[in-house]
């Protein structure tokens, strides 16, 4: 196992970083994230994160099919080939410090403040990220911001109502890489998403395992991912930005076909004394 960046106290962490100034608290978050990143690649390189990496490429395949655009973001620890699934050519990988970075063109900047125009991106991915970013909230405002209005949004985390979730209510084990950070349910991201004006549009779950052993992606895992019960300890959430629909104030409204009304022209009204007297001469020649 590898020990992870965040095992301080909390509440000790909160007033230390109170005290920090802006740029402090800078540092001090992209020291965080760096030792994760370097955790979570080491972890991926093992048998376990192996194996966890073959179960989101079976969730993300059929997904990428449906994603098109000309640039993607991977928000996550990298060292995996996620983004190359996708029909998506230009893929832009992060990192915390240029130390991680694993080509040129990497992005290294804060997660609060990314390096990108407003809705410049067509694809992007949280992976396993919103569980240790400092500023979660921020992190889903800046990833809304740089998506297009038709791009998807997706994320990749850790499922707590699982066998991976028991695992965690030993207190020992949330400062281990994969353990560590807050775990999040469905419910929650979905009023997190809410309050940046994305809807969720489905949730997939894999990772089916009994606690303590190791997913070997038997009949268990195909079980829980023909029915997609809620109990994997994986989950991808695919969400799109909530655009409601504006009538322009110009906009012509369509002709609509009246019988006997002719739209668009006068039209010849005649009063009930004219319509009354017609009857009356048609009465007087009848009867001659």
Known sequence: MWKGPFGVNESGADKASASLTAEERQRQHARQLSAHVRAMRAFFEGPDGQDILTAEREMLMPLFERCFGFHSLNLGPGGNDLLSLSAIRHAIQWSPEAALAESPSTLICPLTQLALPDESMDLVMLHHLLEVAPEPHRLLREAARVLRSSGCLVIVAWQPLSGEGLLRLDPRRRHITPWEG???????????????????????????????????????????????LPLGSLMLIRARRNVGYVQPLNAKRPRVAIPGVSIGQATRVHSREGHMKRESRKELSERR
């Open 182 to 228: 807050s775990w999040r349910t469905p419910a929650a991201l979905r009023d997190w998403l809410a309050f940046v004006d994305f809807e969720i549009e489905r949730i997939d779950y894999a990772g089916f395992h009994l606690p303590g052993l190791r997913l070997r992606h038997g009949w268990l895992e195909r079980m829980g991912r023909r029915y997609n």
